[in-house]
């Protein structure tokens, strides 16, 4: 994609002013919609309480399914707010894409991997501090080494994998429906009413299976994000 995005330096740090409002925009619309179903819970719930209980219930069956037991009640509310921000910021650009003065403001914030790496990094971080927390310092490197020694070095690659795999996999499949999206969209707009009519019912299908994919991949996130804490968890 041949965007530009405005960048503001500030004591020698540059920020994407692209990805810093788009992620805001997608925490108010997440806040907005909590808010809004949350308000007046009662025991005999109403459409909107039971839409925010089946939002939980599902993301507390992804945490149930890496770590059954009590222990994993713990990362509950991690899973509900990670599959929220990621499920909103996946489809945020579906829906609003703000282009102005030849610099892009608003889009999915997911489709930068500045953006999904910082993800799998609190990711990772939080399973080796949840690792720390339950085996200690000492206990903890030595699960490093379990079964048997030599699989230490191979042990130490796979962080470095799983970092890869859970931050590219979800940026490459944002990025290229958006990539997609924005080609069908130059089409239309500029080779004439023919071409217009073609694509457009091609963009309409491809922005469909857009949102099916960026649901899919933020289930996908959380779901590994709470195996890879609950390996942290076992002592091998």
Known sequence: MDEKYPIVSLYGLRFNLANDLSALISCIIIFAVVFALSRHLT????????????????????????????EGKQFYLLAFVLFLYIFIANQLGLIIQVIFNGFTWVKSPTTDPVITMSFALIVLLLSHYYGVQKFGFKGYLANFAKPVSFLLPINLLEEFTNFLTLSLRLYGNIFAGEVLLNLLAKMALSHGWITSIVTMPLEMIWQGFSVFIGSIQAFVFVTLAMVYISDKLESE
């Open 43 to 70: 025991m005999k719930p109403n459409k909107k309480q039971n839409a925010l209980e089946w939002m939980v219930d599902f993301t507390n069956n992804i945490v149930k399914s890496a770590m059954p037991g009590e």
